[in-house]
């Protein structure tokens, strides 16, 4: 089956998207849904076109004119468009004063949330404790808020199953990890992102299955499916796979450096681990062994004590 789409803009006539989907087999039904399952990935979801489109609109506005969705699509696009401390900072001024106008606003609660723990899990945070703690609260608050729209459940339970991480309840990751795929089964980004649960619960091939459904619709993300993938298989001891996966990323987040780092210090490969152990801290200075160890946490308890034992014997400081 062969389908050409496109998706024009009624206002201003612009083109926005246009693409073509291949599917085989011989049940026409099946084919017909894994075509718009494939539709919706590319345009309704975290990172779709749709949301793209939003962006733009928003980006030509000025505060005086922002509405809350508005302030929601700003910080979105600084959280996702400039992967760094300071666009991290930024969009926590716009949700800030957002939510200083609209204050009951679970939108705008929900991405508060998200982007204080991209905060302190890519080592950006100051104190991660804090934190981590700020994130649980805001969490909290937004699970008792009755009838949440399905667009913020599905954020919701997606950051509940992370904070269920941080505090040890590996059912409830895996609960709220099955419940956050259900409500967008066709999200290519957030079905990846639940990796970032499931492998450290130790369900790997479930985490596996994941980022292979996101790199099947999501190709943009490639990186960070690589680096995932590395990560999962090192867990489950594939070290030539997972470093393959690695060296496959054309860029490597500074933490995703040191969990390569791991997997070389287990191939015996130490002058390239000492290399990406120097490069982390050089590009963000948070990251040290204590940082690590503060903000890393796995159903099995062998796992921490031996990445920090390959990552200090690669030179990581305390």
């Known amino acids: 089956m062969h389908v050409s789409t496109r998706l024009d803009d009624t206002q201003s006539g612009r083109q926005v998207w246009a693409a073509r989907f291949d599917e085989r087999g011989n049940d026409p039904e099946a084919l017909a849904d894994a075509v718009a399952g494939r539709i919706i990935s590319a345009l309704a979801v975290t990172k779709g076109e749709l949301t793209r489109a939003e962006y733009a609109r928003v980006c030509g506005k000025d505060s005086a004119s922002l509405g809350e969705y508005d302030y929601a699509m700003q910080a979105h696009d600084r959280m996702f468009g400039d992967n760094s401390a300071q666009g991290n900072a930024a969009a ?3 949700l800030k004063e957002g939510l200083a106008r609209y204050t009951g606003s679970a939108h705008l609660k929900l991405k508060l949330a ?29 699970e008792a808020t009755p ?13 509940l199953s992370n904070i269920a991480m941080r505090e040890g309840d590996w059912g409830r990751v895996l609960r709220e990890a099955e419940l956050t795929a259900s409500l967008a089964p066709y999200d290519a980004f957030q079905i990846t992102d639940l990796a970032e649960t499931l492998a450290p619960a130790g369900a790997y091939d479930q985490a596996l299955a994941n980022i292979d459904f996101g790199a099947a619709r999501n190709p943009a993300d490639a990186d960070y499916q690589h680096a995932l993938r590395a990560w999962a298989l090192r867990m489950q001891g594939r070290l030539k796979e997972s470093a393959r996966e690695s060296q496959a990323a054309r860029m490597l987040l500074p933490y995703q450096r040191l969990q390569y780092a791991i997997t070389l210090v ?16 050089a590009e963000d200075s948070g990251i040290d062994l204590g940082a690590w160890r503060g903000a890393t946490v796995y159903a099995d308890p062998a796992i921490l004590p031996g990445g920090l034992a390959g990552l200090a014997t690669a030179g990581l400081p305390e």
């Open 114 to 142: 998200w982007n204080d723990w991209r905060r302190a899990y890519n080592f950006w945070s100051d104190d991660m404790a804090p934190d981590f703690s700020s994130i649980a609260r805001l969490a909290r608050e937004l």
């Open 147 to 159: 009838n949440l729209t399905p667009c913020i459940a599905t954020g919701l339970h997606g950051l």
């Open 92 to 94: 926590t001024a716009i």
């Open 266 to 281: 287990r191939l015996g490969q130490i002058d390239q681990t000492r290399a990406e152990v120097r490069a982390a801290p």
